[in-house]
């Protein structure tokens, strides 16, 4: 066998399935759909377009404009070249970049556990007008913790507010620290807070409605360690149980409680343990955030008269709570069992005063009296 033999072989047994294998892929009837930019594509009316291949014939991917018309047509359409180039203007393209955008945005949300999704949905109360705020007042829940030297009652108590207020913005908490200092100079027992006198006391002189108590069950901590993991794995597990109290009949009202999933709370590595009860009351708080809010949205709102001297009469809710100068009240005698009795007359808003507190004027109906309730009728202008 000679050199040129060889040579000859060489090429028909390794170079022509080689070239033959190129012109077979650079053949659209590979793939029913093929991507590229065949010589219609070329035109700098469709550069910036996407033009597919379909069975050797090109089609411009346009936005289906009945899409959404009808839930059963599909977002896009693919036109033939020819057709969208005589008609464009009645099409619609989607930007590339923008799809692509929207594709990885739609798959890492996918990624979000339900949890975080919420976190990330904004509360219907925040998108509607608030009106006036009920007054709730968050005492420091009782700690049953594991634990002497760890008390989580008072930071719970403030977790609990930063996410009622995160959901709503119809509710308008009191300050404990003021309620104590207030109680404790009358000489008031604070283990008394929820006795019908004291109850009728912060309705009274702070305008609350609700009173929220509670006690804590855990944070209880679950930890390993392996030979692979030193450092362990941990995760905790917390209830929180509240209790509403109004302040007007002096009777509970509701019971809310909260409790995470274990498995939502899984850490490892340095500091797990401590990692899996900051998770656990974090994942309760939102839990708790969501019924109580909804709860507190839905009481009925009111106030009460301070002090009558002559015509002026002081109330015990101001510019915080939401009134305004011009605001008319219904005056309502009050009835037995938390409830509101006849109508007494009508009371317009003139001033404000100290934190949360305004003046008002007797415009119809008789003297009002001290703790008579306030309803709103209808603002100035309206």
């Known amino acids: 066998m000679n050199t040129k033999e060889t040579i000859h072989r060489f090429i028909i047994f390794f170079l022509f399935p080689i070239l033959l294998l190129v012109f077979a892929c650079s053949s659209p009837s590979w793939f029913p759909i093929k991507k590229g930019p065949p010589h219609l594509a070329k035109n700098k009316e469709l550069l910036d377009k996407e033009v597919v291949i379909i069975e050797k014939q090109e089609y411009v991917k346009v936005l289906n404009p009945r899409a959404n018309e009808e839930k059963d047509q599909p977002k896009y359409l693919y036109i033939p070249v020819s057709e969208y180039l005589s008609n464009k203007g009645a099409y619609t393209t989607p930007p590339l970049q923008k799809e692509e955008f929207k594709r990885e945005i739609s ?5 979000l556990s339900s949890l975080e999704e919420e976190t990330l949905v904004v ?6 007008s608030s009106g006036l705020k009920k007054k709730a007042v968050v005492l420091h829940f009782d700690d049953r913790v594991t634990s002497s030297d760890e008390m989580f009652g008072d930071w719970i108590a403030e977790k609990l507010m930063t996410e009622v207020n995160r959901r709503s913005s119809q509710i308008l908490f009191v300050d404990y620290q003021s309620i104590k200092e207030f109680l404790e100079k009358k000489g008031t027992d604070l283990k ?3 006795t019908p006198l ?3 006391l912060l309705n009274e002189v702070f305008g609350i409605h609700v009173l929220i108590a509670g006690q804590l069950s855990g944070p209880y901590v679950f930890s ?3 030979d692979k993991n030193i450092e362990g794995i941990a995760s905790a597990i917390i209830k929180i149980e509240t209790r509403l109290v109004d302040t007007f009949s002096g009777k509970t009202f509701k019971h809310l409680s909260a409790t ?6 899984k850490e490892t590595g340095a500091f797990s343990q401590e990692k899996a009860k900051i998770r656990a009351i974090d994942i309760a708080i939102a839990d708790l955030g969501r019924s109580l809010s909804a709860e507190l949205d839905g009481l009925d709102w009111f106030c009460r008269i301070a002090k009558v001297d002559g ?8 510019r915080l709570t939401g009134l305004k100068v011009g605001d008319v009240m219904e005056v309502f005698r009050p009835g037995q069992s938390g409830e509101k009795g006849e109508v007494k007359g009508k009371i317009k808003i003139s001033a404000f005063f100290g934190i949360d507190a305004s003046i008002g004027q007797l415009i119809q109906g008789k003297n009002p009296d001290v703790n008579d309730i306030l309803k709103l009728t209808k603002s100035e202008g309206t």
């Open 107 to 111: 798959s890492a949300s996918t990624k």
């Open 123 to 128: 509360s219907p109360a925040k998108l509607k």
């Open 192 to 194: 008394n807070l929820e």
């Open 198 to 200: 004291v109850l009728h």
């Open 224 to 226: 390993t360690k392996t």
């Open 260 to 265: 995470n999933p274990i498995i939502a709370t």
């Open 311 to 318: 015509e002026q009469v002081y109330i015990n809710a101001g």
